[in-house]
C-alpha cells in the first residue's frame, strides 16, 4: 500500500530537513488519496446522458433522477467524505506545522478537495434540504442545466439530478451545480504526486521507490 511505503520517505526526509514530528500526519493523506483514487475508478465515469428536458411549476414540487446503484450511491458519499478528510487533514497541516517544499503541493490538495464542499454539505444535511423547502427550494423563474426549466409561479421546488458528469441540486433557493468527472479530481492526485517526488527525494538513505503512477494511476482513468 502507498501508505506503508511511504512512511521510510517520510521519516528520512523530515529528519534531513530537519522539520517538525508532525509531518509524520502526512501519511495520513496519502491513505485518503488511495482510498480516493479507487472509488473514483468506480464512479467517475464521465458519460453524459441526455438532459430531462422538462418544465416545472407549482408549489413544493420534487424532481429526483438520481440514476446509482447502491454500490455507486455508497461509492459517492466515500468519496465526498474523503475530499473533507483531505481538506481538512491537509489544512491542518499547513496552519500548524513547518512544511518547507512540501507546502505547495499541501496547498494544492487543499484547494482541489476544497471544491467539492456544497455538494459535499448538500448531502450531509440531506434531511434539511429535503424537508425545509421554504429555505432551499426554487422560487419564480429559472433554468437549470439538466434540462429543468421553473415557470414563474414556482414556489419552493426541489430537484436533485446526476447527468453523469455533474450534479444538479436546489440548495439554498438556488440551482446549482457541480462537475464530477475524473478532470475535476486530477489537481488532488497531482498535487499527491508532488508530495510523493519531493519526499522520495531525500539523499540520507535513499532508496529506489517506485513511481507514484504504480500506486494511483490517476492519468489513465477513463474520463
Known sequence: MLEDNIRSAIHWWRAENDLSSSTTTISWVFKTGEALYQAIEVLATGIKKESLGMMMGGSRNFVINLRL??????????ILAMTADMYRITTAIVNNTETGALKPHLNKIKRSSNKFRDLRNFFEHIDDRLINLNEHGISGETNTNCGISYQENTVDCFHLVFDGTSFHFSDEK????????VNDFTPIFEGLEGLYNVLTSHKTFSEDYPPF???????????
Not at 69 to 78: D, I, K, N, V
Open 213 to 223: 503512477s504504480s500506486y494511483c494511476n490517476f492519468k489513465n482513468l477513463v474520463n
Open 174 to 181: 438556488k440551482a446549482k451545480e457541480r462537475s464530477f468527472t
Open 69 to 78: 446503484t447502491p454500490a455507486e450511491y455508497f461509492h459517492l458519499r466515500g
